[in-house]
């Protein structure tokens, strides 16, 4: 019998700002995919999500890879995700979120998921929580036949990682410090990640949900002009502070307006990305408010995804206005595409 059972909270993460040279910590990729926690006990397998939901419907292949590979008794945390076109591919991941099983088998079919292990929570009848990072990470490398995340004690080649496997998908590097026990619930981790900024238009917004309309600003909304000259919804910068809101609220009136936009009417074409519609994760529009697209700000954001046009993953971070910028010079172009990286040299094991 398992010696723990699920739901349980993974260890977490804070942001930092730079590697640091330290030798009490122990340096892994950071993966871009869907924290998971897996618990095996004989033929019982469970894959668990960071909410403690369970996540066995959506990945039927992994089930399989893992139910071959395991020990008969362990429970590991590590991370679902999806490899297309020599790098991780996020769109992917959320497509296999879906309603239908038809479509779950058609995508496990089409787009593998598979799961990368970085940490180990027990081992046959076991609990291994309480030992330090540097003994689980041993006892980890044990457990064969599954994608093992790199590791290093070497602050050089962790800064290296952050760069070079970038390239390949990956979301940055995250440290555990050496000496530390498995923390459910505890941000005892540190990740390092990849951000950058974007020049952007300010084409729309959204009152604030505790408010009356007009009179504080809950986000506005950004665009970018791709290669045509058409302008496309990326995302929303929010998170301010009350009497900010206020005060945008004053400075955006005056571009409120009822007349053409690029996001209404006849001015919309194919495949322009608007904001506000309906979604696989949300069933009502949302309301917004046009605005005369002549601002610029500048933001700060960590991913896009979406492909083609593509849009910022996360709500984007204010940085500053922009006045010396026109609207029209903010194109697709600024977004930065890293060198690309050989995804097989991370997942040597994963599935063809």
Not at 11 to 23: C, Q, S, Y
Not at 77 to 106: C, N
Not at 149 to 178: C, M, N, Q, S, Y
Not at 303 to 318: D, M, S
Request: glycine share 8%; with cysteine; net charge negative.
């Amino acid at each position: 019998m398992l010696p723990l059972s699920p739901p349980i909270q993974p260890m977490l993460a804070r942001a930092a700002k730079t590697i640091p040279d330290a030798a009490d910590m122990l340096f892994e990729p950071k993966w871009d995919g869907f924290r998971c926690l897996v618990f095996r006990d004989g033929d019982d397998l469970t894959l668990q999500s960071r909410a403690g939901k369970p996540l066995n419907r959506y990945f039927p292949e992994v089930l399989a890879e893992l139910a071959a590979a395991l020990p008969e008794q362990a429970v590991l945390d590590g991370e679902l995700v999806v490899a297309r076109g020599g790098r991780l591919d996020f769109d992917a991941l959320t497509e296999r979120i879906h309603p239908a099983k038809s479509r779950i088998t058609l995508l496990a079919g089409q787009s593998p998921a598979t799961f990368v292990a970085f940490d180990l929570l027990a081992l046959g009848a076991e609990s291994v929580v309480d030992e330090p990072t540097s003994a689980r990470r041993e006892r980890l490398e044990q457990v064969t036949g599954v994608n093992l995340t790199p590791a290093t004690r070497d602050a050089a080649t962790a800064r290296e990682w952050f760069t070079l496997f970038e390239g390949a998908g990956l979301d940055g590097v995250i440290g555990k410090p050496l000496a530390a026990p498995y923390q459910p619930g505890k941000r005892i981790m540190a990740k390092y990640k990849h951000a950058r900024t974007a020049d952007c238009v300010v084409a729309g917004l959204r009152w604030h949900a505790d408010s009356t309309p007009g009179e504080a600003v809950g986000s506005f909304l950004l665009g970018l002009y791709d290669g045509n000259g058409i302008l496309h919804h990326v995302g929303v910068v929010g998170s301010f502070q009350a009497a900010r809101r206020r005060e945008l609220a004053t400075e955006l009136a005056e571009l409120i307006t009822e007349g053409a936009h690029p996001w209404l009417g006849d001015a919309v074409v194919d495949g322009q990305r608007l904001p506000g519609g309906i979604t696989r994760w949300r069933s009502t529009e949302q309301p917004w408010v046009p605005l005369r697209p002549e601002r610029v700000v500048e933001v700060g954001y960590e991913h896009t995804e979406g492909g083609h046009p593509a849009r910022f993953r996360h709500t984007a971070q204010f940085v500053r206005w922009r006045p010396d910028r026109e609207p029209a010079s903010c194109g697709y172009a600024q977004l930065e595409e890293p060198a690309r990286y050989d995804l097989d040299a991370l997942l040597p094991r994963r599935p063809k």
